[in-house]
């Protein structure tokens, strides 16, 4: 049996603000003050990007952004260019996340966690590969905040803010 891929099921508004809100969490069991706007356009597309699945196979937390990125260089090539093309698909998963409440903008634009929680059932009956790429997401945010600033995020992932 072949599964279709559905690309519009992982790129809607609601789906991708819960991947935001898994790499808010997990940014902010690091860093209190949560992430700048910023790293989120740059987390979504990797984290969301089937090609690089197999990229976080025997990571977790601890590895780290720079580990991570020694073991798959792969991740960096054409980065820039999928960070663009996916500039309104981050934007709308933000203003869902807002619009839903289970995000905010904080002070100095980073990104916390709204008053509302998602129902973790409804991330659980996503299925395999979209639950995958919410894990994803919080590994970045873990390594994110361990990385340091916005601005060396964005260095070590190879692009300038």
Not at 12 to 19: E, I, T, V
Not at 119 to 130: H, V
Request: net charge positive; glycine share 8%; with cysteine.
């Amino acid at each position: 049996m072949r599964v279709a891929h559905d690309v519009y099921a992982e790129t809607n508004p609601a789906f991708c603000a819960a991947a935001l809100v898994e790499f808010t969490k997990a940014y902010l069991s690091a860093r209190p003050e949560g992430p700048e706007t910023p790293v989120a356009y740059l987390a979504l597309p990797v984290a969301l990007s089937g090609e690089f699945a197999t990229a976080f196979d025997g990571t977790n937390k601890n590895t780290g952004l720079r580990e991570w990125l020694e073991r798959s260089p792969q991740v960096q090539v054409g980065l820039g260019e999928r960070v663009n093309a996916s500039l309104d698909i981050v934007t709308d998963a933000i203003r869902f996340g807002c619009f839903a409440r289970v995000l905010a903008i904080g002070k100095g634009a980073r990104l916390i966690l709204g008053d509302k929680t998602l129902k973790r059932s409804a991330i659980n009956a996503l299925g395999d590969e979209p639950e995958q790429a919410i894990k994803r997401a919080a590994r970045l945010g873990y390594w994110f905040a361990t990385a340091g600033s916005t601005r060396s995020v964005f260095a070590i992932m190879g692009l300038t803010l």
